[in-house]
């Protein structure tokens, strides 16, 4: 894990805001964009989409097998026993494109990460860990999908940044249990935390999605 992220990028080509967008264990940076039209966000809203790509790294759970992963899973438990290093530098990379973005001319109050399972144990990291971080650039709000916190954070001051949790009350992969245990972090961090579920598995769906671009829409208009 030395090389950076690359990312895909849609959306507006002159953009006002950004979404940061990370997919799950064996996925690909093209895995939600066919989910963005159902978040039904007005074109106004200038937003650009990046969603980065996980290296190619073998993952011991799943037999040694090289897939794209944010870090190594090496027990379910079913807390997750994992490669501190990897994660991090996943976090520290995430941190790297947001203040790319900054850089560029959006502010951080338009930034907006999001993350699907393993994706969103990236984005709950470098957001409640972020004092570990360098170049820290933190976005308005954090949308946590299907996950968890794979790694306990030991912050004392609270987070100019609000949480958004969703997940489904039947998931088989991440138990519902361990999703609510780190909304329950991040209501206790953040400076505000939302707890969504509903009745699917480790997924997405429709209503979910919508209800994600009802609130990109309102952090947006702050």
């Known amino acids: 894990m030395q090389d950076s992220l690359k990312s895909l990028t849609i959306g507006s080509s002159k953009p006002d805001a950004c979404i ?5 264990l064996g996925a690909g940076a093209d895995d ?36 794209p992963a944010w870090y190594d899973i090496l027990k379910m438990l079913p807390e997750r026993e994992i490669v501190p290093a990897h994660l991090q530098y996943s976090a520290q990379e995430l941190h790297r494109l947001t203040h790319e973005q900054i850089t560029l001319g959006i502010p951080a109050d338009k930034i907006i990460w999001i993350g699907f399972s393993q994706g969103g144990a990236v984005v709950l990291e470098a957001a409640l860990n972020s004092q570990r971080y360098s ?34 009350l039947y998931d088989d992969v991440v138990p519902f249990a361990m999703g609510k245990k780190a909304y329950e972090k991040s209501a206790d961090q953040g400076r505000k935390s939302t707890w969504n579920s509903y009745p699917m598995g480790h997924e997405v769906c429709v209503k979910q999605l919508e209800e994600m671009g009802g609130y990109i829409a309102n952090c947006l208009a702050r």
């Open 20 to 24: 940061i967008w990370l997919h799950g």
């Open 135 to 168: 170049n820290c650039s933190l976005p308005s709000a954090v949308m946590a999908l299907s996950t968890y916190q794979a790694l306990p954070s030991d912050a004392v001051n609270k987070l100019s940044v609000d949480f958004w949790h969703g997940h489904g």
């Open 32 to 67: 939600f964009i066919p989910a963005v039209p159902y978040l039904r966000l007005a074109e106004t809203l200038n937003i650009k989409f990046l969603f980065p790509q996980a290296p190619t790294i073998p993952v011991t759970i799943n037999g040694g097998w090289e897939m």
